[in-house]
Each structure stands twice: as structure tokens, then as C-alpha cells.
T-cell receptor, first 116, second 115 residues
Framework: AQSVTQLGSHVSVSEGALVLLRCNYSSSVPPYLFWYVQYPNQGLQLLLK??????LVKGINGFEAEFKKSETSFHLTKPSAHMSDAAEYFC??????????????FGQGTELSVKP | DAGVTQSPTHLIKTRGQQVTLRCSPK?????VSWYQQALGQGPQFIFQ???????QRGNFPDRFSGHQFPNYSSELNVNALLLGDSALYLC??????????????FGPGTRLTVL
């Protein structure tokens, strides 16, 4: 069975500082991993996804994530935080069954605050 | 190109009532999934519809049921509402959904409050 753990329910950084949001996964098969962002009172928007093509994945808004199999991690980073990055971030793993479709299993989320 | 749309935006019901939520998928998508997001939690998978049939189901009671129409739009029905059903209900659409790498595109959600 697949699962995702996000370390830190709340992360606070200063504007211009490095953003690091942690995600560890558990999967008995090669995982497909996703990062989504949720702004207040909105749905989820895909930031990036890992599909085994490359271990370093670049997404929108300057975010990227590195898949590390040995550490079962898929941490999200951004070199320089912007005020507009303040939101809730969710890591998810695709629990896919052949011919039966896939569901996303989400972590608990990490709320990112950006201080001016 | 319209994305995933959901209606209504907000809904207030009382315990024991029934509710129907609606979702229109992104253009060209044929698979619809529903998720429940309680306050401060990550979304939890309810079920997925493909070709008008429920293909996968999460750990939710039978009070939760759904339907997919020939135009791929979908409804989520919840009977005998409980206070614990208060949540943001998210609809997500994808293409085919038979590949684990498919991206699920989410709608803005319906906020259900049960009093």
C-alpha cells in the first residue's frame, strides 16, 4: 500500500529565502509522485509530477523536486520565496491499478508562510 | 478552455438531509474522481468514475454514491448527512485514467456545511 508523509505542518520563511517542503513516501511499486498547491478557498493546482523520466523535476512558479529512491523522498524546493508562494502544499502518490484507474493518496499538507 | 467546474460553491444542510454535488470535467477528459477534504487535512479519495461506471472506491460508507453521465459530467450524492460530512468536496478530472502518470485536474470545490 502507498502512503505519503509530509514533515512539518507549518513552514515559515522570509521573502527571498530558500523554500524546502519535505515529503517521504512509502510504495511497494515504483511510485508516481505529485506536488499540488492550494490557495485559500480554491481547489488544487498541479506544481509538478515525477513519472520516472528524470529524478529532478521542474515545475511551475520556479519550484522543483528531486526524487531520491534511497531516501524514499520527494522534497519540494524553490531558491527564493515570494509572498505569492504563501499557500498549502500537498504531496501525493498515485495508487494505480492496471485497468482500474488511479487514485491520489495525499499527505496532510504543509502550510507555507512567507514573511516580508 | 474551461477547466473543471463544480456547483454549487457553498451549501448548508442539516443532519439527516441529502445533498447532490455536481462536476463538469475539463474538456476532453472522460474520468472523474471525487475527494473529501476535511478542514486542515489532505484530500481523501471517495470514488472514481469512468465510462459511467464506478471503477474504484475509497473507504467511504454507502451513504456516498455517485453517477457519471454520457457527457462525462458527474454527481456526488450523500444521504443521511452527519456533522462529520462537513468538508470541501473536490472533483478532479483526467484523461482515461488508465495510466498512473495521468494528471488529475481539480475544480474549486464545493464547501458543504452540515448543521
Amino acid at each position: 500500500a502507498q502512503s505519503v508523509t509530509q514533515l512539518g505542518s507549518h513552514v515559515s520563511v522570509s521573502e527571498g529565502a530558500l523554500v524546502l517542503l519535505r515529503c517521504n513516501y512509502s510504495s511497494s511499486v515504483p511510485p508516481y509522485l505529485f506536488w499540488y498547491v492550494q490557495y485559500p478557498n480554491q481547489g488544487l493546482q498541479l506544481l509538478l509530477k515525477y513519472t520516472s523520466a528524470a529524478t529532478l523535476v521542474k515545475g511551475i512558479n520556479g519550484f522543483e523536486a528531486e526524487f531520491k529512491k534511497s531516501e524514499t523522498s520527494f522534497h519540494l524546493t524553490k531558491p527564493s520565496a515570494h509572498m505569492s508562494d504563501a499557500a498549502e502544499y500537498f504531496c501525493a502518490v498515485s495508487a494505480f491499478i492496471y485497468n482500474q484507474g488511479g487514485k491520489l493518496i495525499f499527505g496532510q499538507g504543509t502550510e507555507l508562510s512567507v514573511k516580508p | 478552455d474551461a477547466g473543471v467546474t463544480q456547483s454549487p460553491t457553498h451549501l448548508i444542510k442539516t443532519r439527516g438531509q441529502q445533498v447532490t454535488l455536481r462536476c463538469s470535467p475539463k474538456s476532453g477528459h472522460d474520468t472523474v474522481s471525487w475527494y473529501q477534504q476535511a478542514l486542515g487535512q489532505g484530500p481523501q479519495f471517495i470514488f472514481q468514475y469512468y465510462e459511467e461506471e464506478e471503477r474504484q472506491r475509497g473507504n467511504f460508507p454507502d451513504r456516498f454514491s455517485g453517477h457519471q453521465f454520457p457527457n462525462y459530467s458527474s454527481e456526488l450524492n450523500v444521504n443521511a448527512l452527519l456533522l462529520g460530512d462537513s468538508a470541501l468536496y473536490l472533483c478532479a478530472s483526467s484523461l482515461d485514467g488508465t495510466v498512473g502518470t495521468d494528471t488529475q485536474y481539480f475544480g474549486p470545490g464545493t464547501r458543504l456545511t452540515v448543521l
